[in-house]
Nanobody
């Protein structure tokens, strides 16, 4: 099965911004529910945000509400995660994930395909 391809990420100072991209390549992402997860060293993978394929409803983990925005550009077959006001605790490897259901889910096991991951480091 084809996998999504991620780009973006890097090192940013606290309060800065980054934009992550998840490109569908051979997959039409507009047909699927897409989520962003992150995993920090020594911690379990956690859901950050999700956009459903049913009606484009978006969801955010409490700690990122008001700072992160998930969006789609179907013409570019890409889903984005705009991250503003970044904090050191946002440091993690971020993954985009595809779910065949029309609804978002918080559990990573419910997602069928994953991007390669991209490192986000927030540090002064």
């Amino acid at each position: 099965q084809s996998l999504p391809v991620q780009s973006g990420g890097g090192l940013v100072q606290p309060g800065g911004s980054l934009k992550l991209s998840c490109l569908g390549a051979e997959i039409t992402l507009g047909h699927y529910t897409i989520a962003w997860f992150r995993q920090a060293p020594g911690k379990e993978r956690e859901g950050v945000s999700c956009i459903s394929s049913r009606d484009e409803t978006t969801y955010y983990e409490d700690s990122v509400k008001g700072r992160f925005t998930i969006s789609r550009d179907n013409a570019k077959n890409t889903v984005y995660l705009q991250m503003n006001s970044l904090k050191p605790e946002d440091t993690a490897v971020y993954y985009c994930a595809i779910r065949t259901s029309t609804e978002c889910a918080a559990v990573s096991d419910d997602y069928a395909a994953w991007g390669q991951g991209t490192q986000v480091t927030v540090s002064s």
